[in-house]
Protein backbone atom coordinates (compact mmCIF):
# COMPACT_ATOMS: atom_id res chain seq x y z
CA UNK A 1 0.00 0.00 0.00
CA UNK A 2 0.98 3.54 -0.19
CA UNK A 3 3.21 5.23 2.13
CA UNK A 4 4.00 8.59 3.99
CA UNK A 5 3.71 11.53 1.31
CA UNK A 6 4.56 14.97 1.88
CA UNK A 7 3.76 17.67 -0.38
CA UNK A 8 5.32 19.88 -1.51
CA UNK A 9 8.67 18.10 -1.96
CA UNK A 10 10.67 21.49 -2.10
CA UNK A 11 9.74 25.02 -1.39
CA UNK A 12 11.42 28.08 -1.68
CA UNK A 13 10.02 31.05 0.13
CA UNK A 14 10.76 34.82 1.14
CA UNK A 15 11.50 35.57 4.43
CA UNK A 16 8.40 36.36 6.38
CA UNK A 17 6.00 34.78 4.41
CA UNK A 18 3.92 31.89 5.68
CA UNK A 19 3.95 28.88 4.33
CA UNK A 20 1.98 25.23 4.74
CA UNK A 21 3.35 21.68 4.95
CA UNK A 22 1.06 18.57 4.21
CA UNK A 23 1.43 15.37 5.32
CA UNK A 24 -0.68 12.25 4.51
CA UNK A 25 -0.12 9.52 6.75
CA UNK A 26 -0.68 5.57 6.04
CA UNK A 27 -4.10 4.93 6.25
CA UNK A 28 -4.71 3.61 9.70
CA UNK A 29 -2.04 4.84 11.14
CA UNK A 30 -3.21 6.70 14.80
CA UNK A 31 -0.09 8.91 15.51
CA UNK A 32 1.54 11.28 13.68
CA UNK A 33 5.32 12.82 14.49
CA UNK A 34 6.72 16.26 12.81
CA UNK A 35 10.14 16.52 12.86
CA UNK A 36 13.24 19.17 11.16
CA UNK A 37 16.40 18.16 10.24
CA UNK A 38 18.59 20.46 9.68
CA UNK A 39 21.92 20.23 7.78
CA UNK A 40 24.38 18.29 9.65
CA UNK A 41 21.81 17.50 12.66
CA UNK A 42 19.61 14.78 13.81
CA UNK A 43 16.09 14.91 14.07
CA UNK A 44 14.05 17.43 16.04
CA UNK A 45 10.99 16.45 17.53
CA UNK A 46 7.99 19.12 16.53
CA UNK A 47 5.11 17.80 17.61
CA UNK A 48 3.23 14.43 18.19
CA UNK A 49 -0.65 13.76 17.50
CA UNK A 50 -2.40 10.74 18.69
CA UNK A 51 -6.19 9.64 17.92
CA UNK A 52 -8.22 11.92 19.50
CA UNK A 53 -5.97 12.90 22.20
CA UNK A 54 -4.58 16.66 22.72
CA UNK A 55 -1.51 16.91 20.79
CA UNK A 56 2.59 16.93 22.26
CA UNK A 57 3.23 20.50 21.28
CA UNK A 58 6.51 20.50 23.35
CA UNK A 59 8.90 20.37 20.75
CA UNK A 60 7.74 23.49 18.16
CA UNK A 61 10.17 25.85 18.59
CA UNK A 62 8.55 29.32 18.57
CA UNK A 63 4.60 30.46 18.46
CA UNK A 64 5.03 31.03 14.51
CA UNK A 65 5.33 26.92 14.01
CA UNK A 66 1.56 25.24 14.44
CA UNK A 67 0.26 21.58 13.35
CA UNK A 68 -3.59 20.34 12.81
CA UNK A 69 -4.57 17.27 12.25
CA UNK A 70 -7.77 16.85 10.43
CA UNK A 71 -10.35 14.19 10.73
CA UNK A 72 -7.08 11.83 12.57
CA UNK A 73 -5.40 11.65 9.09
CA UNK A 74 -3.88 14.57 7.30
CA UNK A 75 -2.18 17.07 9.06
CA UNK A 76 -0.70 20.79 8.34
CA UNK A 77 2.15 22.07 9.73
CA UNK A 78 1.99 25.67 9.41
CA UNK A 79 5.07 28.46 10.04
CA UNK A 80 3.88 31.82 10.24
CA UNK A 81 6.26 35.05 9.13
CA UNK A 82 8.90 32.37 7.91
CA UNK A 83 12.70 32.96 9.11
CA UNK A 84 15.95 31.84 7.50
CA UNK A 85 16.51 29.64 10.17
CA UNK A 86 13.28 27.99 9.11
CA UNK A 87 15.40 26.42 6.39
CA UNK A 88 15.54 22.74 7.08
CA UNK A 89 14.39 19.46 5.70
CA UNK A 90 10.61 18.77 7.58
CA UNK A 91 9.76 15.26 8.24
CA UNK A 92 6.67 13.35 8.89
CA UNK A 93 6.31 10.12 10.36
CA UNK A 94 2.96 7.84 11.40
CA UNK A 95 2.80 4.80 13.50
CA UNK A 96 -0.01 2.22 14.35
CA UNK A 97 1.13 2.29 17.79
CA UNK A 98 0.12 -1.45 17.71
CA UNK A 99 2.66 -4.13 18.68
CA UNK A 100 6.00 -3.79 20.68
CA UNK A 101 8.13 -1.50 18.65
CA UNK A 102 6.14 0.70 16.64
CA UNK A 103 7.84 1.55 13.84
CA UNK A 104 7.56 4.87 12.68
CA UNK A 105 7.07 5.24 8.80
CA UNK A 106 9.09 8.08 7.09
CA UNK A 107 7.51 10.35 4.11
CA UNK A 108 10.18 11.81 1.86
CA UNK A 109 10.46 15.40 3.60
CA UNK A 110 9.74 18.97 2.42
CA UNK A 111 12.74 20.89 1.99
CA UNK A 112 12.11 24.39 3.12
CA UNK A 113 14.53 27.13 2.25
CA UNK A 114 13.45 30.72 3.16
CA UNK A 115 15.71 33.25 1.71
CA UNK B 1 16.67 15.01 28.87
CA UNK B 2 17.70 12.41 27.01
CA UNK B 3 20.56 12.63 24.75
CA UNK B 4 21.87 10.10 21.65
CA UNK B 5 25.27 10.59 20.74
CA UNK B 6 27.11 9.09 17.20
CA UNK B 7 29.92 10.08 15.13
CA UNK B 8 29.71 11.38 12.41
CA UNK B 9 31.45 9.75 9.79
CA UNK B 10 32.47 6.33 8.88
CA UNK B 11 34.88 5.14 5.77
CA UNK B 12 34.77 1.59 4.95
CA UNK B 13 35.89 -0.61 2.13
CA UNK B 14 33.97 -2.54 -0.12
CA UNK B 15 33.61 -6.15 1.45
CA UNK B 16 34.80 -4.97 4.72
CA UNK B 17 32.44 -4.66 7.63
CA UNK B 18 31.30 -1.38 8.84
CA UNK B 19 30.30 -0.74 12.91
CA UNK B 20 28.63 2.35 13.64
CA UNK B 21 28.63 3.30 17.39
CA UNK B 22 25.89 5.21 19.27
CA UNK B 23 25.61 5.71 23.34
CA UNK B 24 22.21 7.11 25.14
CA UNK B 25 21.98 8.68 28.29
CA UNK B 26 17.97 7.50 29.19
CA UNK B 27 18.33 4.83 31.57
CA UNK B 28 14.87 3.76 31.00
CA UNK B 29 15.23 3.22 26.81
CA UNK B 30 12.88 0.55 26.62
CA UNK B 31 13.53 0.45 22.30
CA UNK B 32 16.78 1.09 20.33
CA UNK B 33 16.37 1.52 16.81
CA UNK B 34 18.65 2.17 13.72
CA UNK B 35 17.46 4.10 11.04
CA UNK B 36 19.01 4.27 7.06
CA UNK B 37 18.37 7.65 4.97
CA UNK B 38 19.19 7.49 1.59
CA UNK B 39 20.15 10.90 -0.13
CA UNK B 40 16.76 13.09 -0.99
CA UNK B 41 14.90 10.22 1.42
CA UNK B 42 13.13 10.10 4.50
CA UNK B 43 14.27 7.65 7.20
CA UNK B 44 13.38 4.19 6.79
CA UNK B 45 13.42 1.56 9.52
CA UNK B 46 16.26 -1.00 9.78
CA UNK B 47 16.10 -2.98 12.56
CA UNK B 48 15.11 -2.18 16.88
CA UNK B 49 15.78 -4.28 19.73
CA UNK B 50 14.09 -4.33 23.01
CA UNK B 51 16.04 -3.48 26.22
CA UNK B 52 16.06 -6.90 27.43
CA UNK B 53 17.99 -8.38 24.57
CA UNK B 54 21.64 -8.16 23.87
CA UNK B 55 21.72 -8.71 20.26
CA UNK B 56 20.09 -9.30 17.52
CA UNK B 57 20.83 -10.56 14.18
CA UNK B 58 19.17 -9.86 10.61
CA UNK B 59 20.63 -11.29 7.84
CA UNK B 60 23.94 -9.13 7.42
CA UNK B 61 23.24 -6.31 10.35
CA UNK B 62 23.86 -7.28 13.76
CA UNK B 63 22.58 -4.81 16.70
CA UNK B 64 24.58 -5.53 19.82
CA UNK B 65 23.23 -4.20 23.20
CA UNK B 66 25.53 -3.26 26.26
CA UNK B 67 22.66 -1.99 28.67
CA UNK B 68 25.11 -1.23 31.12
CA UNK B 69 27.43 1.17 29.24
CA UNK B 70 24.33 2.46 27.25
CA UNK B 71 26.09 1.49 24.31
CA UNK B 72 24.61 0.58 21.03
CA UNK B 73 26.04 -0.80 17.84
CA UNK B 74 25.12 -1.88 13.74
CA UNK B 75 27.35 -4.14 12.61
CA UNK B 76 26.66 -4.33 8.61
CA UNK B 77 28.73 -7.54 6.98
CA UNK B 78 30.21 -7.49 3.91
CA UNK B 79 29.37 -3.70 3.38
CA UNK B 80 28.16 -2.69 -0.44
CA UNK B 81 28.48 0.04 -2.25
CA UNK B 82 24.29 0.61 -1.93
CA UNK B 83 25.09 0.89 1.82
CA UNK B 84 26.22 4.17 1.76
CA UNK B 85 23.54 6.62 3.50
CA UNK B 86 23.09 8.13 6.99
CA UNK B 87 22.43 6.11 9.35
CA UNK B 88 20.80 7.13 12.79
CA UNK B 89 20.25 5.76 15.91
CA UNK B 90 17.37 6.44 18.26
CA UNK B 91 15.83 5.36 21.51
CA UNK B 92 12.12 5.78 23.59
CA UNK B 93 10.95 4.64 26.43
CA UNK B 94 7.46 2.94 27.08
CA UNK B 95 5.07 5.11 27.87
CA UNK B 96 3.43 8.58 28.32
CA UNK B 97 6.34 11.40 26.94
CA UNK B 98 8.77 9.27 26.83
CA UNK B 99 7.09 7.57 23.62
CA UNK B 100 8.21 10.06 21.57
CA UNK B 101 11.59 8.47 20.06
CA UNK B 102 15.13 10.94 20.66
CA UNK B 103 17.28 10.65 17.61
CA UNK B 104 21.24 10.89 17.33
CA UNK B 105 22.71 13.23 14.33
CA UNK B 106 23.04 10.37 11.91
CA UNK B 107 26.56 8.17 11.11
CA UNK B 108 27.51 9.19 7.73
CA UNK B 109 28.78 5.65 6.07
CA UNK B 110 30.75 5.86 2.76
CA UNK B 111 31.69 2.84 1.31
CA UNK B 112 34.63 2.53 -1.36
CA UNK B 113 36.01 0.05 -3.81
Known amino acids: GAGVSQSPSNKVTEKGKDVELRCDPI?????LYWYRQSLGQGLEFLIY????????KSGLPSDRFSAERTGGSVSTLTIQRTQQEDSAVYLC?????????????FGPGTRLTVL | GEDVEQSLFLSVREGDSSVINCTYT??????LYWYKQEPGAGLQLLTY?????DMKQDQRLTVLLNKKDKHLSLRIADTQTGDSAIYFC?????????????FGRGTSLIVHP
Open chain 1, 93 to 105: ASSSRSGTSDTQY
Open chain 1, 27 to 31: SGHTA
Open chain 1, 49 to 56: FQGNSAPD
Open chain 2, 26 to 31: DSSSTY
Open chain 2, 49 to 53: IFSNM
Open chain 2, 90 to 102: AERGASGGSYIPT
